[in-house]
T-cell receptor
Framework: KAGVTQTPRYLIKTRGQQVTLSCSPI?????VSWYQQTPGQGLQFLFE???????NKGNFPGRFSGRQFSNSRSEMNVSTLELGDSALYLC???????????????FGQGTRLTVV | ELKVEQNPLFLSMQEGKNYTIYCNYS?????LYWYRQDPGKSLESLFV???NGAVKQEGRLMASLDTKARLSTLHITAAVHDLSATYFC???????????WGAGTKLIIKP
């Protein structure tokens, strides 16, 4: 069964530009979460979507946004890029049908964003 | 505010030895996760612990959870070089897939 797919894998953008990252979850998984990983701040939660609804949002500025489509695929957008946005962006998918044994979260390979 | 602390942050050990990584968290939580990350790679799920006293084992790794002490441990038995990686614990307080992460433990196992 296919895993979580993130595209693109690598991206170089200039300050002030915007970027859209994509995440296709494991088939049948309804929850998609996004995380930012940097050497300084570690792993930080961005937001989580379930059935096209954002259920939770981390402590990030409004420049960071996302959405989820009816097929559970998710995108995140960062506008007005800053140098500090350079990071590995990871998405995770979970079955999330309310049974604890389905709580496992599987991560994609990530998108490495470099802002210059 | 939920905080997750791992220790040690760095561990260098010889093959064949046993060691334990500790994960403390500050408030009551529903789920605790352990992940492995190799350099430049993504996160590989190791264990999900859901209840007090839960113990899970996979190969040379064993994880346990004590919700009363707000402590999880990842025990490595007879370490081998292939276990060299960074190990993260993460807590999902409200079962809402909002994981709060520890800083990670970089484990180096020398032949």
């Amino acid at each position: 069964k296919a895993g979580v797919t993130q595209t693109p894998r690598y991206l170089i953008k200039t300050r002030g530009q915007q970027v859209t990252l994509s995440c296709s979850p494991i088939s049948g998984h309804r929850s998609v979460s996004w995380y930012q990983q940097t050497p300084g701040q570690g792993l930080q939660f961005l937001f989580e979507y379930f059935s096209e609804t954002q259920r939770n949002k981390g402590n990030f500025p409004g420049r960071f946004s996302g959405r989820q489509f009816s097929n559970s695929r998710s995108e995140m957008n960062v506008s007005t890029l800053e140098l500090g946005d350079s990071a590995l962006y990871l998405c995770a998918s979970s079955l999330a049908i309310g049974i604890d044994r389905d709580a496992e979260a599987f991560f994609g390979q990530g998108t490495r964003l470099t802002v210059v | 505010e939920l905080k997750v602390e791992q220790n040690p942050l760095f561990l260098s050990m010889q093959e064949g030895k046993n060691y334990t990584i500790y994960c403390n968290y500050s408030t009551t939580s529903d789920r605790l996760y352990w992940y492995r990350q190799d350099p430049g790679k993504s996160l590989e799920s190791l264990f999900v612990l859901l209840s007090n006293g839960a113990v899970k084992q996979e190969g040379r790794l064993m994880a346990s959870l004590d919700t009363k002490a707000r402590l999880s441990t990842l025990h490595i038995t007879a370490a081998v070089h292939d276990l060299s990686a960074t190990y993260f614990c993460a807590v999902d307080r409200d079962s809402n897939y909002q994981l709060i992460w520890g800083a990670g433990t970089k484990l180096i196992i020398k032949p």
